[in-house]
């Protein structure tokens, strides 16, 4: 069946260091990939999305990055602050117009010290 | 100004009461979504609904119903609670994108 999954749940990192979040994927024919971060007693916020016919996409100290060939998907965090501690999920779509469901991973639950 | 509100945003019932869980939002969205998350799991979806008549069932919608008052107003409903409906409740909205916009979330204890 159809389910997205991390391959880490948790990860700490050093303030100023690059975090790596990945996430693997099982339906190849999703057409868009959403990373989501979740602070404590928060919702999911938005952080980057990826569509299907791209490689790669960068926002404001994150990147993502998407390997179709062995269905992976991962998130870079560029200079780690505390402020990015969280739970990071990744989300697909799948295609055929059903964009109305994001199945979501499992969570990657991410911790900088300073 | 939040542009997704949920009330209440904590809970504890006891077994077999009804709880209403309410929604609401400022951003024009017709599409509306319950999810709930448990410990150590992703979100998963109980009901969508893409306008006032419009609502659908997800992948866990047993033991709940809903309810779309208005384009900005969605309820949930645990008719008869129980335990293991102990979890963290989230609305979220979109437009006719995929993008969805969350709520800060319920969390909803059921002794």
């Known amino acids: 069946g159809e389910s997205v999954g991390l391959h880490l749940p948790t990860l700490s990192v050093q303030e100023g260091d690059n975090s790596i979040i990945n996430c693997a994927y099982s339906n190849s024919a999703s057409d868009y990939f959403i990373w989501y971060k979740q602070e404590s007693g928060k919702g999911p916020q938005f952080i980057i999305d990826?569509?299907?016919?791209?490689d790669k996409r960068q926002g404001q100290r994150v990147t993502v990055l998407l390997n179709k060939t062995v269905k992976h998907l991962s998130l870079q965090i560029a200079a780690t602050q505390p402020g990015d501690s969280a739970v990071y999920f990744c989300a697909e779509i799948p295609s055929g117009g059903s964009n109305y469901k994001l199945t979501f991973g499992k969570g990657t639950l991410l911790t900088v010290n300073p | 100004d939040a542009d997704v509100t949920q009330t209440p945003r904590n809970r504890i019932t006891k077994t077999g009461k009804r709880i209403m869980l309410e929604c609401s939002q400022t951003k024009g969205h017709d599409r509306m979504y319950w999810y709930r998350q448990d410990p150590g799991l992703g979100l998963r979806l109980i009901y969508y609904?893409?306008?006032?008549?419009?609502?659908n069932k997800g992948e866990i919608s047993d033991g709940y119903s809903v309810s779309r008052q208005a384009q900005a107003k969605f309820s949930l409903s645990l008719e008869s609670a129980i335990p293991n409906q102990t979890a963290l409740y989230f609305c979220?909205?979109?437009?006719?994108?995929?993008?969805?916009?969350f709520g800060p979330g319920t969390r909803l204890t059921v002794l």
């Open positions: 990826i569509r299907s016919n791209m």
């Open positions: 609904s893409f306008d006032v008549k419009d609502i």
């Open positions: 979220a909205t979109s437009d006719a994108r995929w993008e969805q916009f």
